[in-house]
């Protein structure tokens, strides 16, 4: 019925978090097993990033500028960048991850280089500029140098457990056949949930699977709440769909946002002095992600979105423009360019790209679950509220760290039998929809649960909208539960059959996110509450926890974890709280 393998460390997940952490559990003289539901260093956020990869300028004695980049880091310090991820994390973040993330980053990206990656030049004062495929070249060299198994095409459908994480059930795509899979200690590595929102600037892949798995293994979702949209990706034409083009012409300075009427409207949301903020810093992420959607939601244009405009521009600028950006010479671009110096308005809106809530570890990967590690964006802790570092970076010393902490602890384990009663109710559960003559086909669920995200747990939210989400919730249960159907008998390649076992995820992410969000009664970070436009420091410097207690979320408010910098007090409207702590880094000469 099942086809039982066994190795030391099994990681789920092979973006750059999962590789990374996979060579440090090789390294540690641990049998090791990457497994994941697309191809093996092909699938997931890696692939689809900028990429920059960020670290201060001490590596050993060491910088990037004394690396050979003349202008990175000089002058930079550990302790202006801690301080910067603190501030810009709205002071949510957990002070010891940070510590350890400062600390590390600068080894990892040395280590990147040494290992063949290839630097494209500077990103900025603080980043070299790679490609992602370089990142991943380079990780995946060392994997091959040290045997470690790689088992693509693997859809894992949840952890299983004998008094600790001990393995997981999985289902060969190409085959359907199920796969247990018994471990001494897991690593999730699985990204985010983009595909929760119909309209992101990740892949269908990142749905949520590691959160979801990791809380009904009974590990804890952290600030749920938080997540990243970008503004200005592309929404027509549709072959340029989700591409963030737009949104890098305008942080440099190019191109103008129009209403439905040609008219710009940026500057009706910002008084003067939040403009620089909104349109040319890291800061223009949450803000014009909540200007666009004030602005989709008062009078969208035909597509849903508003318009970006390069018609004012004269035309020698085109030229420029191709050389200050290098990514903007690829040939699809070109002609975009192209239609765009005509005159031609596209149609762009925010997209989830980001999230900073999700599985609970502390700073060495361990997440309340023993034998259950995480790394990357699927974690929660180190960013806070709001991201201001690369998430490439993040990966990679999180991946390290896993892969590290996950080697010691099975130096003291060992092999246990897992629970097959638990696997073999999860595979009636996944046989159901094959026995059902009529019934609903799951990918109409999943648009109807994505359109419930877009539509109300977008970068701007209410107490009302968040209530209609929850309420929804249990009704769509209900329907997985009882309603749906597949068509194909066949299990083999069966995409209906994929999406009705992702949908357990997408639920699950979508009411924590949707619970935390409407408990957090303020706006912080990348969480804007219509209805609550202030941040309460001396409420909500709290980070909100869920834990799955007898399948029902239960919420749990914690404490920060802080080491160094003590946040401040009071309640202050959200813009102004912003602008506060951007006249502090500049003081401080940070930013």
Known sequence: MYDELDTDVLVIGSGGAGLRAAIEAARSGCKTTIITKGKIDRSGATLLAGANISADIECDGNSLYNMGFPTAGKGDSKEKWFEEIINQGFFLNNQKMVEKFVENAPYRVKELI???????????????SVSSKGILDALMNKVNEYNI?????????DLLMNG?????????VFTGDYVIYKAKAVIIATGGWHSLYPFNAGGLDLSGDGQGMAYRAGAELMNMEMVTFVPSCILTPYIYRGSVFPYVLHAN????????????????YFDPSMIELALHTEWNKLLLSNAEFKEIKRAACPNGGVYFSMKHCPNNLFDAIKEEIPGLKYPIYSRLLQKMK??????????????????????????????LYAAGECTSGLFGANRVSAATTEMLVQGAIAGEHAGKYVKQSELTQVNKEYAEEL????????????????????????????????????????????????????KMLTDISISSTSRIYNMQWMEYIGLRNLLDVLEISS??????????????????PYTDNDKWLKTIVFKNESGTPKPYLEE??????KPPSGRTEYKTFIRSICEKLVLSKII
């Open 515 to 532: 619970r935390s969000a409407m408990m957090r009664s303020e706006s912080r970070g990348v969480h804007f509450r219509e209805d609550c």
């Open 114 to 128: 040494d290992w063949g990656l290839e630097v494209n030049g500077l990103e900025s004062e603080r980043g070299i």
């Open 560 to 565: 920060l974890v802080i080491t160094k910098i």
């Open 427 to 478: 595979r009636i559960f996944l046989d159901a929809p094959f026995h059902r003559k009529t019934g609903m086909n799951p990918i109409l669920l999943r648009k109807e649960i994505q359109r419930l995200a877009e539509e109300n747990l977008s970068a701007v939210r209410t107490q009302k909208d968040l209530e209609f989400v929850i309420k929804r919730i249990g009704e769509l249960r209900g």
């Open 253 to 268: 300075g190019y191109g103008h946002l129009l209403n439905k009427k040609g008219e710009q409207f940026v500057y009706d």
């Open 164 to 172: 600790r994480v001990n393995g997981i059930l999985a289902i060969n």
């Open 342 to 371: 005509e005159g031609y308005a596209i149609e762009v809106a925010p997209a989830a790209e980001y999230f900073e809530g999700g599985i609970k570890v502390n700073e060495n990967g361990e997440t309340s679950v023993p034998g």
């Open 149 to 157: 198994e790689q088992r693509s095409d693997m859809c894992v459908v």
